[in-house]
């Protein structure tokens, strides 16, 4: 019996932290129309989430799911990465299959004590720097080129895994900021605490904010502002928005415009209904970790009802883990597109309070827009499904 027992037991540690979950995804997807946002709560082949382990499994599920549909594929760590802090400039090295890439991104540390949080800015940031908390400026469009349509395949990333890699820039993105988490996990003196790190970006690199914070589970606080469809609104809500007039950024266009998704998105654009996902499914993916979603309510092209229905729609995902608190969003208007309002201030203060410093007595109970009628989303239209307690 012992011989037999060992092999399970070697078996079942060779194993996938995943493989403890239900049915794989099948190979070729079987896509089925609904016009409603997509229930977090039930997994592909229909069995429903019931416990924080499903939960576990059910985001994984998600996961794939981005990367098959919307994001293309994000490589694993590559064999090697290497690096250096000098002063204020992070050196990054990475080979891959016999090609290498080096990038760099500068660190802007505050006076104090160390160790300091850091949040790494996509490409800057666009947000007061908080006191004590070191800016990790992450050139992105050095990893992936972001101009127009034109860009796809060139940066950093592409010269390392080829120009028809199926990743959008976005995922490459990702891919940058992991390799800056892995060479600063080298260097035990950086003084940056990497359990306090936070991502920030606005606009088109606030889509990126939002996405590299779903993909990297090493960030703790998620910063995405004003990044509108493709980031924190959902595409369903966008184009119902666009059919009754609004001119707002929709999926069909933002293929026409950028390479912030992958390829293999395109044929998906004219029937974002078919897709068994949507964005209050990637701000999910952010959970159990913090998520603070800054938008602005007065910028039709953004879609503040898309935005503010997505993202509320998103904290459903936290409220059955328990943890609704660790999801904010704040919709304000009035100002300049990326130019932080004052009125946000105390909201952004409590988030990095109780994700970056520690204080978990911060309140972060923020769920708020400031135009009327939830900013128009009505949930009843949107949500036929129900949110479980998971425990
Ligand atoms: C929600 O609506 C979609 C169609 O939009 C339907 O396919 C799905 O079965 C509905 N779910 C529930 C729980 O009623
Ligand atoms: C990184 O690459 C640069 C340029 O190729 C090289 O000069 C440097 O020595 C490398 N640093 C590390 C730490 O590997
Ligand atoms: C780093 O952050 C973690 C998580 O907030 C905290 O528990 C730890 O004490 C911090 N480390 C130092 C050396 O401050």
């Known amino acids: 019996m012992a011989p037999f027992k ?4 070697s078996l079942i540690l060779a194993l996938p932290a995943f493989a403890a979950c239900g049915a794989a995804l099948p190979s070729s997807l079987t896509l089925r ?22 939960w576990a499994c059910r985001r994984e599920e998600i996961n794939q799911l981005f990367q098959r549909l919307e994001l293309g594929t994000l490589p694993p760590k590559p064999a090697s990465v290497t690096g250096s802090l000098s002063g204020n400039s992070l050196t990054v090295n990475v080979s891959h299959e ?5 990038f760099t991104a500068s660190v802007q540390f505050p006076s104090g004590t160390a160790p300091f949080p850091a949040i790494i800015a996509i490409g800057g940031s666009s947000i007061p720097t908080p006191s004590g908390v070191a800016i990790i400026n992450f050139n992105n469009n050095d990893i992936a080129a972001q101009d127009n349509t034109g860009s796809r ?5 592409y010269t390392l895994y080829g120009s028809g890699h199926s990743a959008a820039a976005t995922t490459a993105w990702a891919w940058g900021v992991a390799r800056i988490i892995d060479v600063l996990e080298t260097i035990p003196s950086s003084r940056i605490n990497l359990s306090r790190l936070g991502v920030t970006g606005c606009s088109r690199n606030g889509k990126g904010a939002l996405i590299v914070g779903a993909l990297e589970t090493r960030i703790a606080l998620t910063i995405p502002q004003e990044s509108g469809s493709g980031g924190a609104a959902c595409w369903r809500i966008s184009d119902s928005m666009k059919s009754r007039g609004v001119n707002v950024q929709t999926a069909s266009q933002i293929v026409t415009e950028n390479v912030w998704f992958s390829p293999l998105f395109n044929q998906y654009v004219n029937r974002v209904n078919d897709l068994p996902i949507d964005h209050h499914l990637l ?12 938008d ?8 503040p009802e898309s935005v503010f229905g997505c993202m509320k729609t998103g904290t459903k995902v936290y409220q059955a883990l328990g943890i609704a608190d660790r999801m904010g969003v704040s919709q304000v208007g ?5 130019q ?16 970056l410093r520690g204080n978990t007595a911060a309140n972060t109970n923020i769920v708020r827009t400031d135009k009327a009628n939830n900013a128009g989303f009505v949930e009843a239209n949107w949500v036929n499904w129900t949110t479980p307690t998971l425990s």
């Open 6 to 9: 060992n092999i399970l037991v």
């Open 296 to 303: 602005h309510s007065t910028i039709d092209w953004l879609g």
């Open 153 to 157: 395949g060139r940066g950093k990333f």
């Open 98 to 102: 016999g090609k290498s890439i080096s």
């Open 340 to 355: 932080f309002p004052s009125s946000q201030q105390s909201e952004l203060n409590a988030f990095v309070d109780k994700f």
């Open 283 to 294: 701000a999910g993916m952010v959970a159990p970790r913090g998520l603070f979603v800054i």
């Open 33 to 54: 129309a609904n016009s409603r946002l997509p229930d977090p709560f039930t997994f592909y082949d229909g069995t429903k989430v019931t416990s924080q382990n499903d």
């Open 334 to 338: 009035g100002h300049n597109h990326c």
